[in-house]
Each structure stands twice: as C-alpha cells, then as structure tokens.
C-alpha cells in the first residue's frame, strides 16, 4: 500500500509563487514516477507535470512549461512542485500520483495507481 499526502496549497496573487509538496509513504516510491494533475470546479481532471522515478525525466504540460517545475527527493520520499507566475487559471485542486508501472513515466491518469487527497490552489488577479 502507498500513502500520498499533498501539502502546500493556499490563496495567493496572479504573478505569486507556491511549492506543493506531495510525501509518500508505504511500499516502494523509489522505482517510480510520480506526476501531478490538477481539477478546476466543472472540468476534467489535466495533466500538470511528471518526473521520472530517478529526476532525471520530467514532463509538462503545454500551459505551465516554463511556469512550473517538478522535482524531487527520494532520501526524503518527496515529490515537489514549484509553481512560479500564477494565473488564475491556474486554479484548481491538485494531486499527486504514482505511475503504476516503476521505471516508466506517462500523462494519462489511467496509468496512476496511487493518489494523494489533493491540496487546493487559489490564484485571485
């Protein structure tokens, strides 16, 4: 079993900045990707980014590359999100998943096993 618990989210101002923080805990996190995706009242939950299960890999969606930046550090079990010059489209809610498939990374939510509860970003202009 994996746990993933988002933290991080809040209220904050077009052009401010917040990190998200998603920790697991349970079976091996190691061998895996990890991605974050995020839900707006009324839409679809979309693909934000992913990184590989050693860093090395990451990927983004078209309409934060450049804004956002995902990392992490498997010492501490952690996956990181970095989200620089918020707009208020950006809000939503947003998790955290594990690839269900280790040494692999994809966009697609069906391939995630494991969520996180989600944490909520708000972005007023």
């Known amino acids: 079993q994996v746990q993933l618990v988002e933290s991080g989210g809040g209220l904050v101002q077009a052009g401010g900045s917040l990190r998200l923080s998603c920790a697991a805990s349970?079976?091996?996190?190691?061998?895996?990707?990890v991605g974050w995706f995020r839900q707006a009242p009324g839409k679809e939950r979309e693909f934000v980014a992913a990184i590989g299960w050693n860093g090395a890999v990451a990927n983004y969606a078209d309409s934060v590359r450049g804004r956002f930046t995902i990392s992490r550090d498997n010492a501490k079990n952690t996956v990181y999100l970095q989200m620089n010059s918020l707009k208020p489209e950006d809000t939503a809610v947003y998790f955290c998943a594990r690839d269900g498939t280790p040494y692999t990374l994809g966009s697609t939510t069906s391939r995630y096993d494991y969520w996180g509860q989600g944490t909520q970003v708000t972005v007023s202009s």
């Open positions: 349970g079976r091996i996190f190691n061998s895996y990707g």
